[in-house]
């Protein structure tokens, strides 16, 4: 089992029963957790996660959206794109930032081994 002691991850996610279901997988798992239901939450508390996972769909400054300005500013953070949008909306996702999309409902295994791997630790 990798060391994941002090390692962070955030959640950005509209829908508060998402947000919270997978902030409790995560955790259980050993990871901090940080939940934020906007991007604008999260870019307000300058929040520095191991790892993002940010839907695509949000009210306000969308998933896309905030991947494009934390890269334009070099915040270097391993994003994992969620969404309930399907599977044209997914391909799009990976094909314009490069970073991996999940389709909801999510599959906790699924979802722990993507984090783990875009962090690096398997």
């Not at 997988?25 to 790892?51: H, I, M, Q, W």
């Amino acid at each position: 089992m990798p060391n994941i002691n002090g390692l962070t991850v955030a959640i950005v996610d509209d829908d508060e029963s998402i947000r919270k279901a997978l902030g409790r997988v995560v955790g259980a798992a050993g990871y901090k957790v940080a939940l934020f239901p906007s991007a604008e939450e999260f870019v307000n508390e300058d929040t520095r996660p191991d790892c993002l996972i940010l839907d695509v769909r949000l009210p306000g400054i969308s998933g896309i959206e905030l991947e494009r300005r934390l890269r334009i500013l070099d915040v270097r953070v391993p994003i994992l794109f969620i969404t309930a949008m399907g599977d044209d909306t997914m391909k799009q996702v990976v094909k314009r930032t490069g970073r991996p999309c999940l389709p909801k409902p999510i599959d906790e295994k699924v979802l722990m081994e993507a984090i783990a791997r875009i962090i690096g630790i398997r």
